[in-house]
């Protein structure tokens, strides 16, 4: 009864089918003296509500009659677990993950798993071997795991897929999910045996961009060392990255030999019928309400899942924006799309179009003033990154001045809430999208 008053609660600030995504699958039940207890069903889903939801669902908290005490815990499941929980005081911070940030394009924000992750028989066999690698644990046999592919293919909702997949039914100990860039910000100005340490507690490694190291000896060193750590206590190695290891003349040769050592399998464009279906799995995500047809002249169009996801992503801002008034044309908007490929909304052009906007020049975004004009620009900026284009935290934090994972965060979670509370920043956000979306 509880669940269903909270759940009409956050339809206030959710939709229903946001809500089926991170509400439904917690489970409420009575605490001590009066409290709540929130269990989660494991740990990456506690992270991932973390980041994304714990500020809307405590907001909503509050706002019952008496308000709420509650904690959070995650639920054991594994056998022998009993009824048993681990509990987490206050906030989801010390969970069987580190606390560390994670791609927000991978499992978290996509709902990546093997089970979404759409594919054919040309890329049967790296699907194949990547379930299987996720079942075995640490006593598989594809150490490390490499998964090479060009921009746009699905390798980083793959590499999330398997480090669910790898929680869930392998082990609840720590494992680390993130970027190359996440990885260096966690061992930046560390010693070799204060890094060693540091991971010795973790039972797997997950690293995306790991091309990124192509031209930093330094980075190179530490991952030999690294990847040796984890390969010699047999523990779970799965790496994503564009091409081939031989593909780039800067890794030397001890990390070239680490890689290849293990299984390499590449992600193939994905054709077609293959797009279409992600056409259409985006357009039931964003409630677009799109005909097959406008759906197949998307996946005709683009050749690549990220490109669908911007497209699909324009048209709802488009429709979000349309009046009663002034009607959207769809079909006119479907068949512009290809007339902008050769002049996409980037990260540079909305940092530029919220800086003239708010009368700052785009450097003082990408900066580190923290005069609150510039503050609030910044933030209004990185919200937009994350709305019209999908970036990743990560990638946002990079375009931003190296802005940390938590400060994106905080800027995209602040301006969503007074979006949807506040009607100047509602009209801001409006003509800004506008402005962007006008290229």
Known sequence: MLKKQIRSLLLSSCTNQQLSKWFDPLSLEPGDEGSLVVYFPHALFAEW????????????????????????????????????????????????????????NGFADTAASFETFLFNRKNQFPVAAAKELACQGNNNQYNPFVIHAQSGCGKTHLLSAIAGEFIRNVTKNNI???????????????????????????????????????????????????????????????????????????????????????????????DLDVRRQYAQQQNDLLSLGLKKNDLLSVAQQYQEFRQIQGALRKVAAFKALATEDEPMDLDQLLKSINT???????????????????????????????????????????????????????????????KNHSTVIYAVNKITYLVKGNKDMHNIVSELKKLCTSL
């Open 49 to 104: 509500f973390k980041d994304n939801f714990q500020s809307v669902f405590e907001q909503n908290m509050e706002s019952l009659p008496g308000g709420a005490r509650f904690t959070y815990a995650i639920k054991k499941t594994s056998p022998g677990a009993g009824a048993g929980q681990t509990p987490l005081r206050g906030s989801p911070k010390n969970l069987g993950v580190k606390d560390e940030p994670r791609p927000q």
């Open 176 to 270: 680390f999910l993130g970027t190359l860039y996440e990885f260096g910000t966690k061992i930046r100005n560390k010693s070799e045996k204060s890094i060693n340490r540091n991971f010795e507690d973790y039972s797997a490694l997950f690293l995306d961009n790991f091309q990124d190291c192509q031209e930093d000896q330094d980075m190179q060193n530490i991952l030999v060392l690294t990847l040796d750590t984890f390969l010699n206590a047999k523990k779970t190695v799965a790496i994503a990255m564009d091409n081939h290891p031989a593909a780039y003349p800067g890794f030397s040769a001890k990390l070239r030999s680490r890689l290849e050592g293990g299984l390499l399998v590449e992600i193939k464009k994905p």
């Open 340 to 402: 902008t490929q050769a002049n996409p909304l980037t990260k540079q052009l909305i940092i530029e179009k919220t800086a003239r906007y708010f009368g700052l020049d785009s450097l003082e975004l990408t900066g580190k003033g923290r005069k609150s004009n510039v503050a609030s620009a910044r933030q209004v900026a990185m919200y937009l990154c994350r709305e019209l284009l999908g970036t990743p935290l990560s990638g946002i934090g990079e375009s931003f001045g190296g």
